[in-house]
């Protein structure tokens, strides 16, 4: 949504002041050439990034050191170089500090079976410091939140792997922290429970108290919940995108896939003025205006080229990804 | 019923204060360790010799009743022989409650993979540790050095301030014999559920260690024809070490100071150990 005023308003509204653009958030995450060594093994290789957005997103294929990005962040493992700052405290020196702000979701199974659900996370409210009785009033409110409540008083090791989930979400945020960090939420969840935990992770980050960032290598969870994204891949950032910005610049095209073409046809198609790129029997057609879809049938019929298939369409994450990974 | 808000919100009230947060681990673990009905009544029945001894020194101090009962005068003698007994006694008792209770502290957590939920929020390892061996120290110091120390204020009243300022050692050689038995028991039922991170088989293991500890060592100094191998039985180091505090005549094959340094390097091993396995995620390099 943009705020900037227009030239030739009325005049009275030109005479008065502008309004003040809202401040810029503060840097979630700063990575300044971060790299982790795991013996002789660089797991992470010099990141660089400043990530402001409500929700970020960690995405990359298995191993790229995503979950290794985050359990450094946590301070679990040191930095063999270069520094990273959360909320602008340093990894390094004030990892206490840092804790007190952070709720963390594991991508694995952490839980204490002989426990409810209820004790475990009045336990871990109390770790975090908040006083007995208070500690046990938001353990309540977090199992209510996740939809716990019936089953709160079962040891939590008697619990489906779902319900496993929505245990370690309510621990994350039992403390009320300002930073979630989720390690794939939605790993092992039918999909209205899925449903239900990005609702969830909506309706946090919508709240506007805490700040998100999740994890995962499922693109559907991060094009539904963030709004920043960053790829990962074997252990360098292959890309980073504002995903808000990238939906508003992002222009519609045209997906064609045909039979029986040669490249006359492509170069036909760029002849009228628009942007193509061919891959295999697909062609990607950005129209410019005043260019229609018949008249890629004609050009088509022209040319003996037998459409199979036309469809408007936008970039996906998806493409995005796909796009990352290949460079 | 309580309705609960379902929404989210952040929390601004008031925090404990960061250094008595191992509190909290200590008494959630507590809580779990008396839902167990065999450890409570085992714990209750570690409270039967003390109740013994205490009749003992009421005897001790009423002579008419010995002289009723024909019991010669020099029977009940209340000396550092009678601590000793009762040091050793409590001893063994407090071994047996590490094996059944002290496994279960650690081995829980890490079996199910509950450490980083501990350690992403302002709690260190450290405070962990302190946390999970606070319960067992506070549990053994129940049965040992606490009881034994009522018992000698009771002596000391009863047999007058000579009597207590001429044995005023004995209560310090119950506070630091219990200290050091406590400690080693501690670190090593918690190092080895650390690293089996099975319940019952780190029970077993510490058993294993102080029952077969014995067999090896004297296998070792038969073969060997040595008296070194009695360093590879705890009991023995400890009984060494008992036996010195509380200036007791036997004869021992090695003598206390080094006793203590070993008892020493199996503390500093088992805290080695422990502070291996006890970290969030485990690296693998």
């Keep these: 949504m943009s705020t900037t005023a227009q030239p030739g308003a009325a005049d009275g509204a030109a005479q008065q002041k502008p309004p003040a653009a809202p401040p810029a958030p503060l840097p979630l995450v700063e990575l300044q050439d971060l790299s982790v060594r795991f013996g002789n093994r660089d797991i992470l290789c010099g990141l660089t990034a400043s990530l402001r957005g409500r929700a970020i997103g960690l995405l990359g294929p298995n191993g790229a050191g995503k979950s290794t990005l985050i359990n450094t962040l946590l301070g679990f493992y040191p930095p063999h170089s270069g520094s990273a700052r959360v909320f602008g405290y340093d990894i390094r020196t004030d990892t206490k500090k840092l804790r007190g702000l952070i709720g963390y979701m594991p991508e694995n199974d952490a839980f204490i079976s002989k426990m409810s659900a209820v004790s475990l996370v009045q336990m871990m409210a109390e770790l975090s410091g908040l006083p007995t009785g208070v500690a046990l009033e938001r353990a309540h409110e977090a199992l209510f939140y996740v939809g716990l409540a019936e089953a709160r008083y079962r040891q939590v090791g008697t619990y489906s792997l779902g319900m496993k989930q929505l245990v370690k979400l309510a621990q994350a945020i039992v403390h009320g922290p300002k930073l979630l960090i989720l390690d794939e939420p939605t790993n092992g969840l039918d999909p209205s429970a899925r449903q239900r935990m990005i609702g969830m992770i909506h309706e946090m980050r919508d709240s506007g108290e805490v700040r998100i960032v999740l994890c995962s290598h499922l693109l559907r969870d991060v094009e539904d919940t963030c709004d920043e994204v960053m790829i990962l891949k074997q252990g360098r950032i292959v890309h980073y995108s504002d995903l808000n910005e990238e939906r508003r610049s992002n222009r519609r095209f045209l997906e064609v896939e045909f039979y029986g073409a040669n490249g006359d046809f492509s170069e036909a198609i760029e002849k009228l003025g628009c942007e193509c790129a061919l891959r295999s029997n697909r062609l990607k057609i950005i129209l410019p205006d005043g260019v229609e879809s018949r008249d890629i049938f004609r050009l088509a019929a022209e040319r003996d080229v037998r459409i199979r298939k036309l469809n408007f369409r936008r970039d996906t994450l998806e493409d995005i990804f796909l796009k990352a990974m290949e460079s | ?285």
């Design chain 2, 1 to 285: 019923m309580a309705v609960y808000r379902r929404t989210y919100s952040s929390y601004t009230g008031a925090l404990t204060p960061a250094w008595s947060r191992w509190f909290v681990l200590f008494r959630y673990a507590r809580r779990n360790l008396f839902r167990s009905k065999f450890l409570t009544a085992f714990f209750v029945a570690c409270f039967f010799y003390p109740v013994l001894c205490l009749a003992a020194i009421y005897l001790a101090h009423n002579l008419a009743f010995l002289e009723q009962i024909g019991a010669p005068s020099g029977l009940l003698v209340i000396d550092n022989k009678f601590f000793f007994y009762f040091m050793n006694v409590q001893g063994w008792l407090a071994f047996v409650l590490t094996a059944f209770a002290g496994p279960g502290l650690i081995s829980g957590d890490l079996a199910n993979g509950a450490l980083p939920l501990y350690f992403c929020r302002p709690f260190s390892r450290s405070e962990y540790v302190l946390g999970k061996a606070s319960v067992l120290g506070i549990l053994l110091s129940q049965i040992t050095w606490v009881p034994g120390i009522i018992l000698f204020v009771i002596q000391a009243t009863l047999a007058g301030p000579s009597w207590a300022w001429d044995h005023l050692w004995i209560a310090g050689s119950l506070i630091v014999s219990s200290l050091i038995w406590i400690s080693i028991l501690s670190l090593l039922a918690m190092a080895l559920s650390a690293w089996v991170k099975w319940r019952i088989v780190a029970g077993a293991l510490l058993l294993a260690m102080l029952f077969f500890g014995a067999g090896f060592a004297q296998a070792i100094n038969a073969v060997l024809r040595i008296d070194s191998g009695h360093f590879v039985n705890i009991a023995y180091l400890m009984t060494t070490i008992w036996n010195s505090l509380f200036q007791i005549d036997a004869e021992r094959a090695i003598p206390a100071v080094e006793a203590a340094i070993a008892l020493l390097v199996y503390c500093g091993i088992s805290l080695g150990l422990l502070m291996r396995k006890v970290r969030a995620y485990e690296v693998i390099r």
